[in-house]
């Protein structure tokens, strides 16, 4: 292990110890400590440490998050917090910083061990990233137009789709390409313009005649400038070019309307469904409910799934359906993300994502696309595939939303800093919401403009488990069952499945339950295993993963769960009573969700920072004493979202090539 530089901010001594002797054990050297914010600023400053061990809440009333935001920013250091308890407002304010893991008192050598681990990791490759980011901002700032990027062997490493117009090649066929073959160009101008950015000299004004894919000739002019590499490779370059003014450049003519003929949703209908599948299974799973439902209603039409979940594998696609598997990335943040297995920086994910879309869509040729949850795809990687299709006018975009996405103000601002609001006006005539205006309108929360108004419907909830098959159980069991599941597993072990046995463990015989648990096949392996230790000896059955939780949901006299939207729609169509225990990591979306139902009186919430093993005993106990939810579906709930998204396509008329 490689000797890091380790700062401690922490006003308790005997912790500031604790935490000292723990560093130094792990070999890493220890460049002080400090009790305050004044203290803290100038120790970094001279110490200049890789890791900053920091207390949220300091001497002299110290703010411990604004205190690593300056550290942070001045010295690039990576951020542990350490804290007995932090509000969800705190909590978000670090993760603002980009904290490398947080530690809670009372905690132990081993989790110390395990957060400087993963912070030092974490870290290492937002430093490479940052590098990345530095080698290219100085020259993507200004310019514009058709774009390449190049290696110091000409290779081409990037484009954009401006430039991949410009040469009538599909962006995904330019890659790796010689620069001088995809411009079909040999002249000794373009050769010394290189050589001189190279060398430092910025090219600006230099104009050649390029020969695009279909042998058309044009003047353009290309600006040059070098691209910093890892000071081991001859340096590349980026090439901006421009068509000469009185040879505008129109684009590549399509196939003109005579090759189309305008259908009704169905027999030769294309359809391609995005899901970015970052975080848990819920876009998966609501994906899958639709599918399902369009092929048996549809059964002459195409749907291929883009899904960046690891998980689609272990679901079955009805006739008519397959996928294409995305590399799979995995959210670190509020907006941040990584992949999930590659050892890759998330630049070179991202790209890798977004040609695998755009290839796709070019050879797919789908005539609808339905896209779920993010206008532009994850960090803007459906925007190529967006403008290519509206380019060839011949598919029609729906996006699917539900209806919850996260505080207003905070989607608002996103929306508005992103330019989400452009993207959905216009890339996409139809706007479907999976919710009830009636509880919850998005409409206007999240302030959609009125040109988009009448584009939006809503069209109630999907419920995930709907087409599943019904699972009978092995064997007959007498005694009541309490299900609980945190979903996919990415949050919710520590915070509701550990309690829950500890409750179990206290209160178990008094509450005469039995437990069937899924933990989700993303929770840490550490964590299941500890899982499988703590339920030893308790009447209780552990899932990592189940295709389908209906049978249990329907047999439960309590389900216990976190509040994502398909967990909840499924709860509200087959169970029977619930308590929701909010996830607040990353977005207020679940506690926005729990709070609507709660107040609906369709369940029980306790808010994370609540959850105990008496307070869940308490809970099970009122529930169990309420009527179930079976009387508020004999009355209506709003859950009718396949068949609903199945009418609307019905309504489709759709453009079929003809050859």
């Not at 460049?31 to 061990?53: I, Q, S, Y």
């Not at 099970?620 to 709930?637: D, H, N, S, T, Y």
């Amino acid at each position: 292990m490689s000797k890091r530089r380790v700062m401690i901010v922490e006003d308790e001594v005997m912790v500031q110890m604790h935490l000292a002797g723990i560093v130094e054990g792990l070999g890493h050297q220890l460049v002080g400590t400090a009790e305050d914010t004044p203290t803290a600023l100038e120790l970094g400053e001279k110490e200049a440490p890789e890791l900053v061990l920091m207390d949220i809440h300091l001497a002299g009333g110290g703010d411990g998050v604004d205190t690593a935001l300056q550290l942070a920013e001045k010295l690039e250091c990576a951020i542990i917090f350490i804290t007995a308890y932090a509000d969800e407002e705190t909590i978000m304010r670090t993760q603002e910083i980009g904290a490398g893991g947080y530690l809670v008192k009372p905690f132990t050598d081993a989790q110390v061990r395990a957060a400087i681990a993963t912070a030092f990791a974490s870290h290492a490759k937002l430093q490479r990233e940052r590098e990345h980011a530095r080698s290219l901002g100085g020259v993507l700032t200004h310019i514009g137009g058709a774009l390449f990027l190049i290696d110091g062997n000409n290779e081409i490493t990037f484009t954009n789709q401006s430039a991949a117009d410009l040469v009538g090649w599909p962006v995904y066929k330019v890659y790796g390409r010689n620069i001088f073959t995809v411009l079909d160009v040999d002249t000794d101008d373009l050769k010394d313009a290189l050589a001189k950015a190279r060398a430092g000299e910025p090219i600006e004004g230099l104009q050649i005649r390029v020969t695009d894919n279909v042998k058309q000739e044009r003047a353009v002019w290309v600006t040059i400038e070098s691209l910093p590499v890892d000071g081991k490779s001859a340096p590349g370059a980026v090439l901006s070019l421009a068509p000469v003014s009185g040879e505008p450049f129109t684009g590549h003519s399509k196939k003109t309307s005579e090759d189309v003929q305008w259908r009704p949703f169905g027999l030769g209908t294309r359809l391609l469904v995005y899901s970015h599948d970052t975080f848990g299974l819920g876009h998966l799973r609501r994906c899958m409910a639709i599918i399902r439902k369009l092929c048996a209603e549809f059964p002459d039409i195409s749907v291929l799934l883009v899904t960046g979940s690891p998980m689609v594998h272990r679901y079955s696609m009805p006739p008519g359906a397959d996928y294409v598997k995305l590399p799979s990335i995995q959210k670190t943040g509020a907006e941040s993300y990584q992949a999930r297995s590659l050892q890759i920086p998330s630049p070179d994910i991202q790209a890798l994502r977004t040609n695998l879309i755009l290839h796709t869509a070019r050879d797919y040729q789908p005539n609808v696309l339905l896209v779920d949850h993010s206008p532009a795809g994850s960090k803007g990687e459906l925007l190529p595939t967006l403008d290519w299709l509206r380019t060839s006018g011949e598919c029609t975009c729906v996006l699917g939303l539900r209806d919850i996405i996260d505080d207003p103000a905070t989607v608002r601002q996103s929306w508005s800093e992103n330019l989400t609001y452009d993207v959905i006006e216009s890339h996409y005539e139809h706007v479907l919401v999976y919710g009830s205006k009636d509880m919850y309108d998005s409409l206007s929360e999240y302030g959609l403009p009125e040109s988009v108004e009448a584009r939006v419907e809503f069209v109630d909830f999907i419920s995930s488990a709907e087409s599943d098959q019904r699972i009978q159980p092995d064997a007959p069991d007498d005694k009541p069952m309490i299900f609980v599941t945190i979903g996919g597993g990415d949050g919710g072990t520590e915070t509701l499945l550990f309690p829950f046995l500890e409750m179990m463990k206290r209160f178990g015989a008094e509450l005469g339950l039995r437990a069937e648990i899924v933990s989700g096949p993303f929770a840490d392996r550490d964590l299941q295993v500890e899982l499988e230790r703590r339920a030893q000896g308790l009447p209780v059955v552990l899932h990592e993963f189940l295709p389908s939780t209906r049978h249990l949901l329907e047999q439960a006299e309590v389900t216990l769960s976190t509040a994502g939207y398909n967990t909840c729609t499924d709860i509200l169509a087959f169970a029977q009573r619930s308590i929701l225990v909010p996830r607040a990591l990353y977005r207020m979306e679940q506690t926005i969700r729990a709070t609507q139902l709660a107040r609906l009186d369709l369940c029980c919430m306790i808010r994370p920072d609540d959850v105990t093993p008496e307070a869940l005993f308490e809970a099970i106990k009122k529930v169990r004493r309420q009527p179930g939810l079976e009387e508020a579906r004999r009355k209506g709930l709003p859950l009718g979202g396949t068949e609903k998204v199945a009418r609307f396509c019905s309504n489709l008329t759709v453009a079929v090539r003809m050859s």
